[in-house]
């Protein structure tokens, strides 16, 4: 059974930087593509970001590109969500997600979800 662990978040400036990190456990994370999903009181849970179970391709909502970096540590069953240049936008709770070894940005395609870190950007 796989298991996905968030943490990471908490308060922060906007301009300010958070990395977020998904543990996984029950399964070697390597089998998996991981995604990072973000939800606001009132709002649909949004794909973030995605990143294939090798590597070797990722995703960004246009919203966040050029901010985010999304990468995996895959020995140590660890995807990271880099966030620096934050906004007040950006908050939100963040969720990980696993699905097979390619990318979606659909939460429907997703499995495994962790219960979730809340980020929130305020001065």
């Not at 995996?72 to 240049?85: C, E, F, G, I, K």
């Amino acid at each position: 059974q796989l298991q996905l662990v968030e943490s990471g978040g908490g308060l922060v400036q906007p301009g300010g930087s958070l990395r977020l990190s998904c543990v996984a456990s029950g399964f070697t994370l390597d089998y998996f593509a991981i995604g990072w999903f973000r939800q606001a009181p009132g709002n649909e849970r949004e794909g973030v970001s995605c990143i294939s179970n090798s590597g070797s391709s990722t995703n960004y909502a246009d919203s966040v590109k050029g901010r985010f970096t999304i990468s995996r540590d895959n020995a140590r069953n660890t995807v990271y969500l880099q966030m620096n240049s934050l906004k007040p936008e950006d908050t939100a709770v963040y969720y990980c997600a696993a699905r097979g070894r390619v990318c979606s940005g659909s939460r429907d395609d997703y499995r495994s979800w962790g219960q979730g870190t809340q980020v929130t950007v305020s001065s």
